[in-house]
């Protein structure tokens, strides 16, 4: 039996060992349940990324773009706390995001509820968090790369409703070539409360925000000089 377990284990690793999905929502460093206030991804099993920065699947990768969101909780959340998402790799349950690559998160009024198909559809995303590649010793390092929890908060300013929240890592491991690049995404349901009278930005569409060329998108991670500074892709970040 061991052996025929290492067998498969074999077989499988390199198809999917390197690939992961953020099923958990974090809330004050708590980790909610595998797709309960996040709307179910289409690689829920095989862990595959996305890599048409165009396609309607490239917001929130639903497993069923028309019946997901309504299928998904939606958590009440305060403004000023802490949120956040757990990454889940399927081989060995291993907890990680496993590529270098670039992460961040955005935030997008939702109508009209987080848990509506239509929700997100127009320019109305704002960047709230991001962790890009850095410098470091004239290496390029990914500092969130094997990470398996990224946290924010939300900031005080933004207004109460209903939002998705949608976290993105950009792998980069082979991203040289056009749409060598892989999004692994997902999207959490959510009704903020206490909001204050901020006004987030720059708004973007998703898909629309990228067009999969931008250098910090399509470039050879292996080849850059030391005294690179990486390009984060898509808007600035929105601190409230
Ligand atoms: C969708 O969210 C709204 C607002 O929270 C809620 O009233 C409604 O019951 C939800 N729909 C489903 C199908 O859960
Ligand atoms: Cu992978």
């Known amino acids: 039996m061991k052996g025929f377990l290492v067998a498969v284990a074999g077989v499988l ?10 099923p958990d929502f974090i809330v004050n460093g708590a980790a909610t349940g595998d797709w309960v206030y996040i709307r179910e991804t289409a690689n829920h099993y095989s862990n595959g ?3 048409d920065v165009t396609d309607p699947e490239f917001r929130c990768y639903e497993l069923d773009l028309a019946n997901t969101a309504g299928q998904t909780a939606t958590y009440t959340v305060s403004a000023g706390q802490s949120v956040g998402f757990k990454a889940v790799r399927l081989a060995f349950n291993i907890k990680s995001v496993y590529h270098p690559g670039y992460f961040d998160i955005y935030m997008s009024s939702a ?6 198909t239509q929700a997100g559809t127009g320019p109305t995303w704002f960047k709230v968090f991001e962790m890009p590649p850095v410098m470091q010793n004239g290496q390029l390092t990914f500092p969130s790369e094997n990470l398996q929890s990224f946290t924010f908060t939300i900031p005080k300013s933004l207004p109460s409703g209903q939002y998705l929240i949608r976290v993105e890592h950009i792998a980069l491991h082979a991203a040289s070539t056009f749409q060598g690049a892989q999004f692994y995404l997902s999207c959490a349901q959510v009704n903020v409360v206490n909001g204050g009278s901020g006004t987030p930005g720059p ?12 250098p910090g998108i399509m ?3 292996y080849t850059v ?8 892709p898509g808007p600035a970040v929105w601190h409230g």
């Open 111 to 116: 109508v009209p509820y987080a848990n509506s």
């Open 225 to 232: 000089p030391s005294t690179y500074q990486y390009p984060s």
């Open 13 to 22: 690793a390199p198809l999917v060992a390197a690939h992961y999905t953020f």
């Open 219 to 221: 470039l050879n991670i």
């Open 203 to 214: 708004l973007v569409s998703i898909p629309g925000v990228y067009t999969g060329r931008e």
């Open 49 to 51: 990324p996305v890599t």
